[in-house]
Nanobody, 114 residues
Framework: VQLQASGGGLVQAGGSLRLSCAAS????????MRWYRQAPGKEREWVAV???????DYADSVKGRFTISRDRAKKIVYLQMDSLEPRDTAVYYC?????????WGQGTQVTVSS
């Protein structure tokens, strides 16, 4: 199983980006799909989650600005990021949890200029 994240880039403060993460290969029993991020010199932090019943939750730092969604059939998870701020600059990683394994993508860089 491989997770391919895309959609990162350079954007001005106040702008928007939409990240995508597509799973290839056989993956069953998805419990949750998450986004994390890691800024330079900082630890990786959780950003958002969407669980098997469709419920979602967000870190306080992104609540009201970011929206997580998914295409269950295509095994893709999205992160719509609006009202971006320089503090959102980081490498964003997707994660998919199953009862058997936790899968990670390779990360996509998001840079927000002031």
């Amino acid at each position: 199983v491989q997770l391919q994240a895309s959609g990162g880039g350079l954007v001005q403060a106040g702008g928007s980006l939409r990240l995508s993460c597509a799973a290839s290969g056989s993956i069953t029993g998805i419990k949750a799909m998450r986004w994390y991020r890691q800024a330079p010199g900082k630890e990786r932090e959780w950003v958002a989650v969407i669980i098997s019943n469709g419920n979602s939750d967000y870190a306080d730092s992104v609540k009201g600005r970011f929206t997580i969604s998914r295409d269950r059939a295509k095994k893709i998870v999205y992160l719509q990021m609006d009202s971006l701020e320089p503090r959102d600059t980081a490498v964003y990683y997707c994660n998919i949890d199953t009862p058997y394994k936790s899968h990670w993508g390779q990360g996509t860089q998001v840079t927000v200029s002031s």
